[in-house]
Every structure is written in C-alpha cells, then in structure tokens.
C-alpha cells in the first residue's frame, strides 16, 4: 500500500497513529511490542508526534522493546548517530525501560562481532519495522551491490556504504533475512531526491536490484513533495 501525503507533518502524523496501533495490537495480543526504529532524519517528527500524543500510555511503553535498523560507527552521543535522534525525538519522553532499549553499539571496532551480537539477541518476532528510502534506493544502511543487500541469513551484518554515503560510511546492518522478521514493512519517505529512487522501486525492470524492490508490497507513507517529480512524470 503507498499512501500520499501534502506533506511532511501529516505523513509523520499518520505514521505515529500506525506504529502505536500496531504496539497497541501487539500489546493486546502477546504483552509486547518490538519496535524497529529506523534512522536518517525523515522519522524524527513522528517520533516526536509518538511523545505527545501518547507519552503518557505507560502500560504500552513498559512493554515495549526498542531496536534500530542501523546505525552509523559513531559513539552515542555524535550527532550522526541514530541513536542519539531517537532518544532526543523519542525515548527521553516515553516510559521505555533502559534494558529494553536495545542499542546498537556500532562505536565498538569490532563491527562484525558487533553485527553478530546484534543479531543473537533480535528477536524473531517484530511487530513494527520502520524504515527511510535513500536517494540511491538504499534502505536502512543496505546499499545497492554491498554485502548487505544479498545476505539472507545473517539478519545484520557490518557494512561499508559508497563514497556517496551520508559520514560514517561504517555502519551496522539489518539485512534481508532481518527485514523477513517482520510481518510488514513500514517505509516513510520525505526529503529532498527521492524520485528517482521511488521510480526503481516501483516502475523500473531495467535498474539494478534495489534493496527497497524487494518491500514493493509494503506500507509507503509518502510526503508527495519529496517525489514530485515522479508523480508529475506518471
Ligand atoms: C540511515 C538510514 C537510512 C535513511 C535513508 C533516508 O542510517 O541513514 O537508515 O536508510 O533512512 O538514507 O535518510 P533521510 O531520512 O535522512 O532522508
């Protein structure tokens, strides 16, 4: 399902209803929520919209368990960390238990045992995956031809992005076989280049194997404005 919006704030608003209903219906039926958070910065105001409409469902938060999709090899606390925007936006207002906010800690040097921690303690089973769409048709930190994009059993892997990549280009990885833990995939997109991203996701034969491809039967928020273009090429 792809769902336009006229722009940032109502895609964010949308998408904070739908990650707390899917914990709400989590909740309801196994007494948790696992949560993936994703980075970059489009999830930021939902995040924020999260705290303030519903800082206060205590019952929800106290069962919840937070993960992130990726992560930059940064300390916490650097301000490329995904992290570091997710506890200012996010987990500084809502009552999360310290031990179920489960960090990434990609500022280890070793990132394959990193990786392989990670992936030990993910849980099987994760209710709400969250998700940007970079302008190269990467999502979380699985780039087009990296290691990451064909890896279908390790659910994350330490990764190296192109030149191209938003510093650091070292990050932590989920990875096809973790985005497989999820029932559905919750993409939100909004930012400056996505056309031609979006475009090869659900137009192009001819591109090479974009990693976002594979989620074209997942749920798209989308602020149109970040895929005008697109949209006024249709
Ligand atoms: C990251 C993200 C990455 C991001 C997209 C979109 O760590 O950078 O996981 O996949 O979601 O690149 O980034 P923006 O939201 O900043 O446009």
């Not at 892997?157 to 510093?167: D, I, K, Y």
Request: a negative charge.
């Amino acid at each position: 399902m792809v769902r336009f919006f006229p722009d940032y704030r109502s895609m964010s608003s949308v998408a904070a209803d739908l990650i707390v209903g899917a914990g709400k219906g989590a909740f309801s039926t196994r007494g948790r929520f696992d949560l993936v958070l994703s980075g970059g910065s489009t999830p930021r105001l939902a995040y924020e919209i999260i705290a303030e409409r519903y800082g206060d469902a205590d019952d929800l938060w106290s069962a919840t368990h937070v993960w992130w999709s990726d992560e930059r090899c940064v300390l916490p606390d650097d301000e490329a960390s995904n992290y570091r925007m997710a506890s200012e936006s996010l987990l500084s207002k809502v009552a999360v238990a310290d031990e179920n906010v489960h960090r990434i800690p990609a500022e280890e040097p070793d990132h394959d045992a990193v990786a392989s921690r990670y992936a030990a303690e993910f849980p099987d089973t994760i209710d709400a995956l969250l998700l940007g769409l970079g302008p190269d048709g990467h999502t979380a930190s699985i780039f087009p031809g990296s290691n990451a994009e064909s890896e279908f059993w390790a659910p994350f892997v330490a990764v190296e992005g192109p030149p191209s990549t938003t510093q650091p280009r070292q990050r932590i990885t989920i990875t096809p076989a973790g985005l497989m833990r999820a029932p559905d995939l919750i993409f939100l997109v909004s930012g400056e280049g996505k056309s031609d991203a979006f475009r090869s996701v659900f137009l192009s034969e001819a591109a090479p194997f974009l990693t976002a491809r594979m989620a074209r039967g997942s749920t798209w928020l989308v602020d149109r404005n970040s895929v005008a273009e697109f949209l006024s090429s249709l």
